[in-house]
């Protein structure tokens, strides 16, 4: 499995911008399936975006449609998530995850890597 470690969080003001960024460990990166989850106090995990391996595909959330943008460098063992337009509900710790193999779906039990986490605080 690779290693995901997170970065890029903070506190931002609603309206503003931030990027998150998820270094891999492991040759194998380029194949694996990686998505964004967050995590709000007092609510379950939720699906975010994600971006297949095979055609880098993307999909995401509907609460963030047209605000995020998920992306990834293979070269690197880089994935992104580029977060415009921020929202106090967007207010999360955000978790890198990631999968071996092709998936379309959101479940987060689907995904055997995750990271620690990174908090993102959007202020009003």
């Known amino acids: 499995q690779v290693q995901l470690v997170e970065s890029g969080g903070g506190l931002v003001q609603a309206g503003g911008s931030l990027r998150l960024s998820c270094a891999a460990s492991?040759?194998?990166?380029?194949?694996?399936?990686m998505g964004w989850f967050r995590q709000a106090p007092g609510k379950e995990r939720e699906f975010v975006a994600a971006?297949?391996?095979?055609?880098?595909?993307?999909y995401y959330a509907d609460s963030v449609k047209g605000r995020f943008t998920i992306s990834r460098d293979n070269n690197k063992n880089m994935v992104y998530l580029q977060m415009n337009s921020l929202k106090p509900e967007d207010t999360a710790v955000y978790y890198c995850?990631?999968?071996?193999?092709?998936?379309?779906?959101?479940?987060?039990?689907?995904?055997?890597?995750w990271g620690q986490g990174t908090q993102v605080t959007v202020s009003s």
């Open positions: 971006i297949r391996w095979s055609d880098s595909g993307t």
């Open positions: 995850a990631g999968r071996t193999g092709d998936y379309y779906g959101r479940s987060s039990t689907a995904f055997g890597s």
């Open positions: 492991g040759q194998t990166f380029s194949t694996y399936h």
